[in-house]
């Protein structure tokens, strides 16, 4: 779908946690209007903006949300399960976010849809031939859960009729990085080398990359990896 227009209206599923609100800060200076879709918005203190509207909903049930997916042109899905890795998986619904990508496509009716994916680095593949989650080294075994659900993402959007893109960071996302400061990003195909997929990346940098893909979209149905420019 290489001729999606750029999008007016941005719901942002997640906009209360670090990338989320990264995200909506990233979104406003374009002109966009933007949805902050928060379970419980009263328990959030995002910035007041004229284009931002605070919107109540679940991502896992986008039934409920659909007025907010008809008045909007794009989806930036940035949520999570859990704030913190929880102590057992043994209660993990694996298809988490695919359960919620199949609703988001049920539930959307408008004419462009275009969906930008938070992606996870453990599912990204490396040079070597295997998935990043698959090295002890590189990635707890206890968290593999966490990332085969992440890893369901694909084969759930790829079901679907959405412009959809999953832009991934790298294992350092969001380790403070000063010297990053007014630094670009690239965005990088897989397979990645071990140091590209352990590189550090804000979340500054991250949500620039974002909003250049609803503003400016260039990836369509394909995952990529978002990687600070040297």
Same mark, same amino acid.
Request: hydrophobic fraction near 45%; glycine fraction near 6%; aromatic fraction near 6%.
């Given at each position: 779908?290489?001729?999606?227009?750029?999008?007016?209206?941005?719901?942002?599923?997640?906009?209360?946690?670090?990338?989320?609100?990264?995200?909506?800060?990233a979104?406003?200076?374009?002109?966009?209007h933007?949805?902050?879709v928060l379970?419980?918005?009263?328990?959030?203190d995002?910035?007041?903006?004229?284009?931002l509207?605070?919107?109540?909903g679940?991502?896992?049930r986008p039934a409920?949300?659909?007025?907010?997916?008809r008045?909007?042109d794009?989806?930036?899905?940035?949520v999570t399960?859990?704030s913190a890795p929880?102590?057992?998986?043994?209660d993990?619904?694996l298809?988490?976010?695919?359960?919620?990508v199949a609703?988001i =496509?049920? $539930?959307?009716r408008?004419?462009r849809? @275009? %969906? #930008? /994916?938070?992606g996870?680095a453990?599912?990204?593949?490396l040079d &070597?031939g295997?998935?990043?989650?698959?090295d002890p080294?590189?990635?707890?075994?206890?968290?593999t859960p966490?990332?085969?659900?992440h890893?369901?993402?694909?084969?759930a959007l790829?079901?679907t009729t959405l412009d959809?893109?999953v832009l991934?960071?790298?294992a350092?996302?969001?380790?403070? =990085?000063? $010297?990053?400061a007014g630094?670009?990003? @690239? %965005? #990088? /195909?897989?397979?990645l080398?071990?140091?590209?997929?352990t590189? &550090?990346?804000?979340y500054?940098?991250?949500?620039?990359?974002?909003?250049d893909?609803?503003v400016?979209?260039s990836?369509?149905t394909?995952?990529?990896?978002?990687?600070s420019r040297?």
């Amino acid at each position: 779908m290489s001729t999606t227009s750029p999008a007016r209206r941005v719901a942002v599923l997640g906009a209360g946690g670090r990338v989320g609100r990264a995200v909506t800060a990233a979104l406003l200076p374009h002109g966009l209007h933007v949805d902050a879709v928060l379970r419980q918005p009263h328990r959030h203190d995002l910035p007041p903006h004229p284009s931002l509207r605070m919107v109540p909903g679940d991502a896992q049930r986008p039934a409920e949300l659909a007025s907010t997916l008809r008045a909007v042109d794009a989806v930036v899905l940035a949520v999570t399960p859990f704030s913190a890795p929880p102590q057992s998986f043994d209660d993990f619904d694996l298809d988490y976010f695919a359960a919620i990508v199949a609703g988001i =496509d049920a $539930s959307w009716r408008a004419p462009r849809r @275009r %969906l #930008v /994916a938070v992606g996870l680095a453990a599912t990204l593949t490396l040079d &070597s031939g295997t998935a990043f989650m698959d090295d002890p080294t590189l990635f707890p075994p206890a968290l593999t859960p966490f990332a085969q659900a992440h890893a369901r993402h694909l084969p759930a959007l790829a079901a679907t009729t959405l412009d959809w893109a999953v832009l991934t960071p790298p294992a350092g996302f969001g380790t403070p =990085d000063t $010297s990053a400061a007014g630094r670009g990003y @690239r %965005l #990088v /195909a897989e397979p990645l080398t071990r140091e590209q997929a352990t590189t &550090s990346l804000t979340y500054d940098q991250y949500a620039r990359a974002v909003a250049d893909e609803l503003v400016r979209p260039s990836v369509h149905t394909a995952r990529v990896a978002v990687l600070s420019r040297a």
